[in-house]
């Protein structure tokens, strides 16, 4: 691109979507310090820090060396002086007093672990954090709260949901999912999204998107697959959300707009003998009967009409500043409205169709990128 920099004979692009971030990250100190501050501003819905923060940390996990002092970022994109600052203190002091600061604030630590429970956003936690409360023992013995479904099974299954997922784990999963949904719709594919497909070790949740080639079969696979697992006692929380997706539409000028496919959040209860962790057996000498022999898993399911699967995929696969910074660079770079729907070319007012990921990039002029080359 045109505004691209030159450092070290190496072009940097200020559009992650133009530049190949894999997992190996040379800068994590840096980066994992930033990561708190974009948290801390997001809680403080400071959205200017929150980008300026988050485009610096994305900028250093794509570098090929380690910065070690301020000088080795002269010229790099998003590198504004508050960046530098912290950069200089971690560098020469081993640590940020503003990041200390932050990781000490009573208001950040508690936003923090509120937010940890599955169901609980930013305002609950807000209103929570007025009220007084400050742990997790507070909240569930407070008698003037109303918790929502989706808060009570977070708060049911905290200890599992807060321990992150295993790639083994993913592949229970991914196991269960496939069975369930290829004994209703052979023909159906069924893909790994998010961060498991960026080539993530761990996860937070496990992402899927399928789709149905040939038409309209979709529509009521979710529910099928959400009555076989109720008889099969597997599903510990679901909530459905039909699709309110119209053809027409434009593409969102949102970058990070929800999308409007069917999709169904859930918890799935994952028998561990299903987990195969490569390592020994789980030994079952000490095993007592009272032992849960299940995890509970977070699963996103998305069922897309076969047209836009490729633009959902792209979307579903992340990260999330990858995904910003294609809609970013589709709006500025290109007059086109990217979302996960669709792709529209605002010069020549058409709707531009692409059967896989490798088109939608073509479209857009850009090199196209693995999705492990995606963890912006
Ligand atoms: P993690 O689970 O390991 O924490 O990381 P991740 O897999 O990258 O994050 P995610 O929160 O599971 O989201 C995966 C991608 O899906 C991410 O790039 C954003 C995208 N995404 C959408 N729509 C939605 C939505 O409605 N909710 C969430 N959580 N993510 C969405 O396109
Ligand atoms: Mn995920
Ligand atoms: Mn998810």
């Not at 070290?8 to 990250?25: E, V």
Request: charged share 30%; with cysteine.
């Amino acid at each position: 691109a045109a505004n691209s920099l030159n450092i070290g004979g190496i072009r940097i692009s200020p559009y992650a979507c133009q530049r190949r971030t894999t997992l190996k990250n040379y800068n994590q100190k840096l980066t994992d310090a930033f990561e708190i501050l974009v948290e801390n501003y997001e809680f403080n819905e400071n959205k200017e820090f929150c980008l300026a923060f988050g485009r610096a940390a994305s900028m250093l996990k794509c570098l090929p060396f380690t910065v070690v002092q301020v000088n080795d970022t002269e010229g790099l994109p998003w590198m504004g002086e508050q960046v530098k600052e912290i950069t200089e203190d971690i560098l020469e002091e081993g640590e940020s007093s503003k990041v200390k600061a932050v990781l000490n604030d009573e208001n950040y630590r508690s936003i923090k672990l509120f937010t940890s429970v599955f169901g609980v956003g930013l305002k609950t936690s807000d209103k929570w954090y007025k009220m007084g409360l400050r742990t997790l023992e507070e909240v569930k013995c407070n008698k003037n709260l109303t918790l929502t479904r989706m808060q009570k099974a977070g708060f049911l299954y905290y200890d599992d949901l807060i321990s992150s997922v295993s790639k083994a784990e993913a592949d229970a999963a991914t196991q269960i999912v496939q069975d369930t949904v290829w004994k209703i719709l052979p023909d159906a594919v069924v893909t790994l999204t998010g961060g498991f497909r960026r080539g993530k070790q761990a996860g937070h949740d496990v992402d899927f998107l399928i789709t149905v080639p040939g038409s309209r079969q979709e529509e009521e696979l979710l529910h099928t697959v959400i009555d076989i697992w109720k008889t099969q006692e597997l599903l510990l929380y679901y909530d459905l959300i039909e699709s309110t997706f119209e053809n027409t539409k434009l593409p969102s000028r949102k970058v990070d707009a929800l999308d409007h496919f069917q999709k169904c959040f859930a918890i799935l209860k994952v028998h561990k003998e299903r987990v195969n962790e490569g390592s020994a057996v789980q030994s079952k000498v000490f095993a007592e009967e009272e032992t849960k022999d299940w995890k509970a898993i977070r699963v996103d399911l998305v069922v897309t009409p076969f047209q836009h699967y490729a633009f959902a995929l792209l979307g579903w696969t992340g990260s999330r500043q990858f995904e910003r910074d294609l809609r970013r660079y589709a709006t500025h770079e290109k007059k086109m409205m990217l979302d996960n729907h669709a792709l529209y070319d605002k010069t020549k007012k058409i709707f531009l169709s692409a059967a896989n990921e490798e088109e939608i990039f073509s479209h857009l002029g850009l090199d196209y990128l693995e999705p492990w080359e995606r963890n912006a």
